[in-house]
């Protein structure tokens, strides 16, 4: 299983929100790139970037701060946030990332995100699935799809995809341990999918479960800038 960091951009800092709520937003560090090298010089390999000003603006706003840690690190960087239009997806591409994640844009525009499919690969394009009580949430996560989530992954896996980030909104940011339940019952369901855990993820007996669930990557956020998880203790997954 690929541990993933997660850093999150507001004004070009590296900050966390809880249940996405810019109203409940910690900073952590003004310098992202900093906290990338930190992350690689662990030993991690993978790096979850999230532009929350793209997301709210609905196009790229740190693509420079992409673009540093891209130039300055070997992480294999995938990014999202404000990716809209194809050409959104081109410029994140050509900032450094290798691949994007298409959150809201997936579910809002089924048909443009199985375009960027069949133009960039599966491989470049991952499947933000964001849900709540097993239903695929909207609007900023505002608001409940009647989709659940199994529905949205099938869907998207005979569109071609193969990867999905699948963030249990209800637990994002809040340190309360991840949607182990779902994650398993997903995992049966949908075998042919890699299924990336996202929300939640508290302490190392989190990710060692996840793990043990057969998840393909773990993202790790808040747990690791509150410490309840260090990257000594991740050791054994890198």
Not at 3 to 20: K, M, N, S, Y
Request: glycine share 8%; charged share 20%; hydrophobic share 45%.
């Amino acid at each position: 299983m690929e541990i993933i960091p997660a850093i999150d951009l507001i004004h070009g800092q590296c900050v966390r929100l809880t249940e996405g709520d810019f109203a409940q937003q910690t900073t952590y560090d003004a310098d992202p790139l900093a906290v990338a090298q930190r992350f690689e010089a662990a030993g991690v390999r993978r790096l979850h970037l999230v532009d929350l000003d793209g997301a709210r603006a609905r196009q790229p706003v740190n693509l420079a701060v992409l673009e540093s840690i891209a130039r300055h690190t070997s992480l294999v960087i995938d990014f999202g946030g404000g990716l809209q239009s194809e050409q959104a997806v081109r410029q994140a591409f050509d900032a450094g990332a290798a691949q994007i994640t298409a959150g809201s844009i997936a579910v809002r525009e089924p048909e443009t995100v199985a375009q960027w499919l069949r133009t960039f690969g599966a491989a470049r394009i991952l499947i933000g699935a964001d849900f709540r009580d097993n239903h695929i949430s909207i609007n900023a996560w505002a608001e409940q799809s009647e989709r659940t989530v199994a529905e949205f992954i099938a869907a998207y896996l005979a569109q071609g995809a193969t990867t999905f980030v699948c963030t249990d909104v209800s637990k994002d940011g809040k340190l309360q341990g991840p949607a182990l339940e779902t994650y398993q019952l997903l995992r049966r369901q949908l075998p042919a999918a890699q299924l990336v855990a996202s929300g939640g993820v508290t302490t190392l007996a989190d990710v060692e479960a996840l793990a043990e669930a057969g998840m393909h990557g773990a993202i790790i956020g808040k747990a690791i800038y509150e410490g309840t998880i260090s990257l000594a203790d991740l050791q054994k997954f890198l």
